[in-house]
């Protein structure tokens, strides 16, 4: 052979396939069917654990932003429930959403400023208030004055963990799995 020429081989005898095989695209859909079964039965917990999770820091959101403002004006912020988004509630009922405003009388009049508003609770949720507390009085300090409370939330429909605010009279909530004395959470 001249050092110019080139060689070339075949590969005739050789055969590379690069698709699947009919039992391996079998196997193939059934593990993601299995596994599309699968999340899709665990889907509306997780739906429901999430408005949970968002309820219970929406609303520990509410605590934490009343506290500071009271202490930052160094006058007196009310945190109590409301069904019109408006005034306070004569009710511990806190389901329907509630109401945040600086105020010396702990009632909401027509010009003192609203600070926050929050919607009533999502689908299944229900929030219970501990002492039947019809409202959080934050004074100049952040203290919470009265007696130590808590706020229960609960999955009516058994999709979510509950879980509990538990409120100190230094102001300051604490999340948690149990009761705020280490007991398990009764839900209805």
């Not at 052979?1 to 196997?27: D, F, Q, V, Y």
């Not at 959101?61 to 408006?86: N, W, Y």
């Not at 009265?146 to 102001?171: E, K, Q, W």
Request: glycine share 10%; net charge positive.
């Amino acid at each position: 052979m001249s050092a110019g020429s080139i060689r070339i081989r075949s590969n005739r005898g050789l055969h590379k396939s690069t698709g699947l095989t009919l039992p391996e695209l079998l196997i193939t859909l059934a593990v993601a069917s299995v596994l599309g079964i699968a999340a899709a039965d665990s889907l509306p917990y997780l739906i429901q654990s999430n408005r949970m999770v968002t309820e219970v820091n929406g609303f520990v959101t509410a605590l934490q932003l009343a506290r500071s403002e009271a202490v930052k004006h160094g006058r007196r912020v009310v945190l109590c429930p409301s069904a019109d988004g408006e005034y306070c509630a004569d009710s511990s009922q806190w389901k329907q959403g509630w109401i945040l405003f600086a105020s010396d009388n702990r009632e909401r009049e027509a010009d003192e400023a609203l600070l926050q508003s929050g919607n009533p609770l999502g689908a299944g949720i229900l929030m219970r208030s501990g002492n039947y507390r019809k409202r959080i009085v934050y004074q100049q300090d952040g203290s919470s004055g009265g007696s130590n409370s808590s706020f229960t939330f609960c999955d009516t429909r058994r999709r979510a963990p509950p879980r509990v605010i538990c409120l100190s009279n230094t102001g300051r909530p604490r999340l948690t799995r149990t009761r705020c004395d280490g007991r398990p959470i009764t839900c209805p």
